[in-house]
């Protein structure tokens, strides 16, 4: 599967340089959270025959977003402060997108009521939840 522009993958392989794509924020049905998955850049379309490394990426646990091992009252206030813009903490749109399955780049009570329901041990709302990978493009990898 490739990255898309829009961050869902696809079939189909895009090629943009590395100063296009920055920072890369995957989120899509086919990544679920707490979960590792093996990484490569693919530079064939510019350098052919050029693939990097795999390298191990790992997704975070669905509705911690505070990332401190805990789903408590701190993940819920982060996500409220999202709904009004303010990404604190390391906080960012794509880490309070917790719902629908595949993110709608929306922070909304939807969000926030899962994170509440993750606190009390309810299962996910859906069968396969979306956790996002993020990518820092810092420079070429070979």
């Not at 943009?16 to 064939?44: A, K």
């Not at 009521?113 to 493009?137: C, G, N, Q, T, W």
Request: glycine letters at 6%.
């Amino acid at each position: 599967m490739f990255v898309q522009p829009d961050g869902t993958l696809g079939e189909e392989a895009v090629a943009q340089l590395p100063e296009t794509w920055n920072t890369i924020f995957v989120g899509d049905q086919h990544i679920i959270p707490d979960s590792v998955y093996e990484v490569q850049s693919d530079c064939s379309a510019i350098f052919p025959g050029l693939v990097s490394q795999s390298i191990p990426v790992s997704t975070k646990v669905w509705a911690d977003v505070t990332e401190d091992g805990e789903i408590d009252f701190s993940d819920v206030l982060l996500i409220i402060d999202g709904t009004d813009g303010n990404f604190r903490d390391g906080a960012t749109l794509q880490s309070l997108d917790l719902f629908p399955c595949i993110p709608d780049r929306v922070i909304n009570e939807d969000d926030i009521s899962v994170v509440k329901d993750a606190m009390i041990f309810y299962p996910f709302p859906v069968e396969h939840p979306v956790s996002y990978i993020f990518l820092l493009r810092t420079g070429p990898v070979f």
